[in-house]
């Protein structure tokens, strides 16, 4: 893990160990400080250098789009907040720094039948060799309850032999991002798709003391790259790894492991609709199953539920682009 470098590094370790104390996970936070390090480094600064006028320049010269220009000089915000407690400052020389303006976040939502074509593509990628064929359907297995269960990509990884109950038909997910714990049902195809997994892994693996659900080698699970690379490979084979688009004030995410995610609530409040229920009874059931630590969490996907329409919206919008 790279250190920081600026004069601010002792401070900068001081409040991660600080952070991490209370609990909190702090990749991001590192990630955040890292850059704000490094521009103290390239700009030769000291504590006389910290004024808001120079953070005004550092947030000129961010390359990043808005809405991560915003988390990263809020990181460094709450960071000199820590500086006034341990009275390092007499005085916070972000506090009146105003936010940037956000473009508007469109995500990109699979809809049933691309998520169908996903699955079918990736299942047909496994290799069929002894050596590669039960990782290959172990990293299958983990994108079929990233579509099929709303996932986050790190519970499938996290999850144990024992927290599958395939009397009832249940997962017991803990550590999640907001250390929530749940026990969720899995529909049937997935049971299938679990239960085939096993016994292959059984017969394949008779000694097997891998305590992880989905395996990979040394007794370890897979790694959240490993399956990001499996689903990108995939995504291009039906021809859907397109980039991240600004179109106005819209951005437009490109598709992504944790759109399945998205994709798994919006799809289900659309089906809902269509069946004559009401999506915004369902919420509180939708937001307990995919263990959302707010309910307005949950809430923002009425707002994109008619994917139909969105997609429509982009589209005309790239239409517009192009005459232009």
Not at 29 to 53: A, G, K, V
Not at 155 to 175: A, C, F, V
Request: net charge positive; with cysteine; proline share 5%.
């Amino acid at each position: 893990m790279k250190n920081f470098e600026s004069f601010l590094a002792p401070q900068l370790d001081e409040y991660l160990d600080y952070r991490q104390s209370l609990g909190y996970r702090i990749d991001i936070t590192r990630h955040h400080l890292r850059i704000f390090d490094q521009y103290l480094r390239r700009t030769n600064s000291e504590w006389n250098s910290l004024q808001p006028f120079f953070f005004l320049e550092m947030r000129a010269h961010l390359k990043n789009e808005s809405r991560s220009i915003n988390r990263i000089i809020s990181s460094v915000r709450v960071f000199f907040q820590f500086l006034l407690r341990r009275e390092y400052v007499t005085e916070n020389p972000l506090q009146d720094i105003p936010p940037v303006k956000e473009n508007n976040i469109v995500p990109f939502v699979f809809s049933p039948a691309q998520i169908d074509q996903l699955l079918a593509t990736a299942s047909e990628s496994i290799r069929k060799s002894k050596r590669y064929f039960l990782t290959g359907l172990g990293k299958y297995t983990a994108l079929v309850l990233l579509a099929r269960c709303g996932m986050r990509i790190s519970e499938p990884l996290n999850l144990m032999k024992q927290h599958y109950r395939s009397d009832d038909g249940t997962l017991y997910i803990e550590k999640t991002k907001f250390k929530k714990q749940r026990l969720i049902p899995v529909p049937k195809s997935v049971m299938t798709e679990i239960e085939n997994y096993l016994s292959v892994r059984r017969t394949l693996l008779p000694n097997d003391q891998n305590p992880y659900l989905l395996a990979a080698k040394d007794q370890k699970p897979f790694t959240d790259q490993q399956i990001r690379f499996f689903f990108q490979k995939a995504l291009k084979a039906i021809g859907l790894d397109q980039t991240r688009k600004v179109i106005g004030n819209l951005n437009v995410r490109q598709p992504t492991p944790h759109a399945l995610r998205h994709s798994f609530a919006v799809n289900t409040l659309i089906q809902i609709k269509q069946t004559g229920g009401s999506p915004q009874n369902a919420l509180p059931v939708l937001a307990a199953y995919m263990g959302h630590s707010e309910y307005k969490h949950t809430s923002v996907y009425l707002r994109v539920s008619d994917a139909i329409s969105r997609n429509r919206l982009v589209d005309f919008a790239l239409w517009q682009r192009r005459k232009e």
